[in-house]
Every structure is written in structure tokens, then in C-alpha cells.
């Protein structure tokens, strides 16, 4: 078992160290699921006592306040009180409603992230952003909270099937990207069915782990992390519009292809970058840079009425409050 320390909490990964934990500090223990979650990886944490299932349907469609306001009820129909736990046990949509659910009722309880997913292990679950979608768009309502703790099982990755794997990695690769040049040369030198996900979601959390930790509120370093995101959230909500939603991850690749053709990196990086990602990575179709910009134009970030963007300059390095008019776009 290994331990990272971020703010005022700790991300604990490796072995299965779930029934060693000690919930009698707690009045009641709610465990946050959805159908996948509850099949697969509720059956591995141990039996606690005074604990509930709360289930909510899987999915980023999903992840808005009317889920939240059934955990809400769930939790007040039980007789939660302010010293009582709520543990999210699943991927990015559990950890970041879960989170936001938990740090507002009753204006904030205690809750564990157990993260079932590599991108909810590598990204999500830490750095203490937690929120749901307003209107399809992505993580417009939400709050900066801190977990009492972040508990990572690599042996969870063994229920997600190869496109919520790969899904994942685009997260990986983002921060190799932006602050990892040995990472991004390990990624692409081996096989994707070789990885060691033990090591590779180590060196992952510690790069968001160190950059949060420099900026929890993202005033200035931690908006590196936001390279492929702003593209990628406004084709993750043209797709789910559309009713066809895609991965989170699949949308960061998307992202990340578009925000390069702004970036100010070379040819041959820009080249090694495309060609790793489109010959490893089965994406959607790229929508229309017309089609997304009623989307851009309402991205979280934006400033002065110009789309915001986190740029790479190198591989390894990131320059952030990148501003473009739509016409520039």
C-alpha cells in the first residue's frame, strides 16, 4: 500500500486495504453506486455497518441535479446526519456528483472517493473538483472540496472493457503532455496491452497531485490541466445533444487533436502526437468547429467574451489563458 499526500487528505493505491478501514467514527455510511458499480465492485468492499445503497443510473446524461437531489432525498429519508460518510464508488460521474452531493447537504459531510475507472483513478477523483451538468453542459454547477480520502484498487481496471480502458488513458496522455516529456516518451514506446497500470497510475496522480497542490483553485498553474478540454467538453456536449453520447476520454483525445492545430509546437511533435493517438485510439467523428461553437462560447472558462485555452509549447510544457474570438477559431 502507498500513500500520496495532497492538501489535507491522502491518496492511498496498491493492495486491497478496504477492510482495513474504520468507519465507527461515523453515525451512518451511505455507499454511492450505479448498475455497473453495484454488479462489479461493490461485492469486493467489506460489509460496514449502519450502511446504505444509494443506486443512480450510469452515465454523464445522468450526472445533473436531479440525480443529486435523489441522493438528497435518500439521504434524508435515512436520517443522515453532519456525522455520517458518504463513500462514491465508481467513475468520474459518481465521484464528481457523489462529491458535490455530499459537500451540500446539510451544507457538507464527510465523503471517500473510491474510483473504479483509470480516468477516475488518474484525473477525477483528485484535486477536489466536484459538479454536475446544467443544461448538457459540462460541469457548469459545483464546488472545490477535498475528500477525507481517495482509496485506488488497480485490480478494478479488470471489470472495464478496452474502450473505457483506452478512455481512460487520454487523461494519462493529457499529463504527459502538459508536464511529463519521460512519460510521454514511455507511452509511446510500449504497447497499450503492456502497460503497468499500477506504475503508470502513480506517476499520473503525481503529476495532477503536484499541480493541484500548487494551485487548488485554479488561478493560474492548475488551468495546465485543462489542455484538450475545452474542445473536448464541447464535443462531449454535441454528442450528448445529439443523444449519442460518447466517452469523456474519447472526447480529451478529440480535444486534444483540435487544441494542437492552436498549440505552438513543432511539426515533427505535432506529427508524433496525431499519429501515436490515431493509430492507437478508435474516435467518433470530429464534429464541425461551427457546429461546437455555441458550445465553446459557453465553456466555464471563457474570459471577455473569447474562448479560453490551455496550449502546449513543447512536449512536456503548457502555457495557459489562450484567448480566441470565435472568428479567430
Known sequence: ????????????????????????????????????TKRDCLPKLPKIENSIIIEVTSGEINKNISSCNYIWEQLSEHNFDRDSLLINLGGGVIGDMGGFAAS?????????????????????????????????????????NNPESVLILPEFLETLPENQL????????????????????????????????????????????????????????????????????????????????????????????????LSLVTQEQNNEIKNYILSNFSLPFTPKKSDLLPFLMNDKKNKVGKVNYSLLTNIGSCSVDNLFSTDEL
Do not use: C
Request: negative net charge.
Open 1 to 36: 500500500m502507498k500513500e500520496i499526500k495532497s492538501d489535507n487528505y491522502s491518496i492511498w493505491h496498491g493492495e486491497n486495504f478496504l477492510s482495513k478501514l474504520d468507519f465507527s467514527g461515523y453515525s451512518k455510511v451511505a455507499i454511492l453506486v450505479d448498475e455497473n
Open 104 to 144: 451540500t447537504y446539510k451544507r457538507g459531510i464527510d465523503f471517500i472517493q473510491v474510483p473504479t475507472t483509470l480516468l477516475a483513478m488518474v484525473d477525477a477523483s483528485v484535486g477536489g473538483k466536484l459538479g454536475v451538468d446544467l443544461n448538457g453542459l459540462k460541469n457548469q454547477i459545483g464546488v472545490f
Open 166 to 261: 483506452k478512455s481512460g488513458f487520454g487523461e494519462v496522455i493529457k499529463h504527459a503532455l502538459i508536464s511529463d516529456k519521460n512519460l510521454w516518451q514511455e507511452i509511446i514506446s510500449i504497447p497499450f496491452n503492456e502497460m503497468n497500470w499500477e506504475k503508470i497510475i502513480e506517476t499520473s496522480i503525481n503529476i495532477k497531485n503536484k499541480i493541484v497542490l500548487s494551485d487548488p483553485y485554479e488561478k493560474g498553474e492548475r488551468k495546465k490541466l485543462n489542455f484538450g478540454h475545452t474542445f473536448g467538453h464541447a464535443v462531449e456536449t454535441y454528442y450528448l445533444e445529439k443523444g449519442t453520447p460518447i466517452l469523456h476520454g474519447e472526447a480529451v483525445l478529440m480535444g486534444i487533436l483540435l487544441e494542437l492545430e
